[in-house]
């Protein structure tokens, strides 16, 4: 038998999204998802950003398992991204995985410095 540890699921960030098959893809939905938690570093001073990274999007073929994304926003805790271009590289790697119809990306970045910056990032399938 399986003990409590063996159970225990991955918590190790990861560069891999789960895309799960979409469940109603006769359906057109929408998904929101909010990750209040979002941590990167600044390239220039190596100081921790912090800010939200909203997801909104209009599934394809596929939906993405929550934890995997978890993981991944996890990822660039330690390294060193200027907001748009993380905020550009998160919605493009979300593309790849996912293949939505449509996503909005809105990255709100706190205040530092006093100003704080928000990118918004939008794709729409061709």
Same mark, same amino acid.
């Given at each position: 038998?399986?003990?409590?540890?063996?159970?225990?699921?991955?918590?190790?960030?990861?560069?891999?999204?789960?895309?799960?098959?979409?469940?109603?893809? *006769?359906?057109?939905?929408?998904?929101? @998802?909010?990750?209040?938690?979002?941590?990167?570093?600044? %390239? !220039?001073?190596?100081?921790?950003?912090?800010?939200?990274?909203?997801?909104?999007?209009?599934?394809?073929?596929?939906?993405?398992?929550?934890?995997?994304?978890?993981?991944?926003?996890?990822?660039?805790?330690?390294?060193?991204?200027? *907001?748009?271009?993380?905020?550009?590289? @998160?919605?493009?790697?979300?593309?790849?995985?996912?293949? %939505? !119809?449509?996503?909005?990306?809105?990255?709100?970045?706190?205040?530092?410095?006093?100003?704080?910056?928000?990118?918004?990032?939008?794709?729409?399938?061709?």
């Amino acid at each position: 038998m399986e003990t409590r540890s063996e159970l225990t699921m991955s918590t190790k960030p990861s560069k891999e999204l789960d895309p799960i098959p979409n469940p109603y893809p *006769h359906r057109d939905y929408e998904i929101t @998802i909010e990750a209040p938690e979002f941590t990167t570093l600044c %390239p !220039k001073t190596g100081q921790p950003d912090f800010g939200t990274i909203t997801i909104r999007y209009r599934p394809g073929p596929f939906i993405i398992e929550l934890k995997s994304l978890k993981l991944y926003l996890w990822s660039f805790r330690d390294e060193g991204h200027f *907001h748009e271009e993380v905020s550009n590289v @998160i919605a493009d790697d979300f593309i790849k995985f996912a293949k %939505p !119809k449509y996503m909005e990306l809105i990255g709100r970045y706190n205040v530092r410095g006093g100003i704080s910056t928000n990118v918004r990032v939008e794709y729409t399938e061709a």
